[in-house]
């Protein structure tokens, strides 16, 4: 049972564009949704994350938009760069269980 | 440096030999887990460890062990190897974990395993 549905599977943005990738979860108990990025060769790494008590949070380029009626997320990169080209995950944990549970990921390229 | 290691980094070996994946830590970190990373399925959390002598399933247990006999360690342990453990696999650690605080899980380099 995937608990985090993450999509697209693969994504090609023209650099300064924007990049969406979305996640939707079902165990309403989620409440802490970070975003992971993994470069090639590299262990993921923390991105960005939010707790369902706001609906956005921003932190330079990268924000996290957060819909808890519909049980989805997404993060934006605004002005994508090449730089920026990585695998992304989203995940959810809840308090009381300490397992973080990821979404299938993403692979992200950004185009010249 | 904070950080966490995994070795070896690559491994070839054959169905049925016995093999071990190292993990340390160097921030004395409660929590270590272990997952494997296939194409399409993301990351899946092996078996994870609260604290020491403390360890339980994650969800997809099935082929490996694991031990934590010091806070900084976590072995990853494959008895038997078959052709279906050939993977990419991530040692992690955190805090106290991820669902109490909210914490980040640091994660190793990788160690790319290919079962023949």
């Known amino acids: 049972q995937q608990q985090v549905k993450q999509s697209p599977q693969s994504l090609i943005v023209q650099k300064g564009g924007i990049s969406i990738i979305n996640c939707a979860y079902e165990?309403?108990?989620?409440?802490?949704f970070p975003w992971y990025q993994q470069f090639p060769g590299k262990g993921p790494a923390l991105l960005i994350a939010?707790?369902?008590?706001?609906s956005e949070k921003k932190e330079g380029r990268f924000t996290i938009s957060f819909n808890k009626s519909a049980k989805q997320f997404s993060l934006h990169i605004m002005d994508s760069q090449p730089g920026d080209s990585a695998t992304y995950f989203c995940?959810?944990?809840?308090?009381?269980?300490?397992?973080?549970?990821f979404g299938t990921g993403t692979r992200l390229t950004i185009i010249p | 440096e904070a950080q966490v290691t995994q070795n070896p980094r690559y491994l070839i070996t054959v169905t049925g030999k016995k093999l071990t994946v190292t993990c340390s830590q160097n921030?004395?970190?409660?929590?270590m887990s272990w997952y494997r990373q296939d194409p399409g399925l993301g990351l899946r959390q092996i078996y994870y460890?609260?604290?020491?002598?403390?360890?339980d399933k994650g969800d997809v247990p099935e082929g490996y062990k694991v031990s934590r006999k010091e806070k900084r360690n976590f072995p990853l342990i494959l008895e038997s190897p078959s052709p279906n453990q050939t993977s990419l696999y991530f040692c992690?650690?955190?805090?106290?974990?991820?669902?109490?605080?909210?914490?980040?899980?640091?994660f190793g380099p990788g160690t790319r395993l290919t079962v023949l």
């Open positions: 992690a650690s955190s805090l106290l974990g991820s669902g109490t605080s909210g914490d980040t899980q640091y």
């Open positions: 165990n309403t108990a989620f409440d802490y």
């Open positions: 939010i707790r369902p008590d706001v």
């Open positions: 995940a959810a944990s809840y308090f009381g269980n300490e397992k973080l549970t």
């Open positions: 921030m004395n970190h409660e929590y």
């Open positions: 460890s609260m604290n020491v002598e403390v360890t």
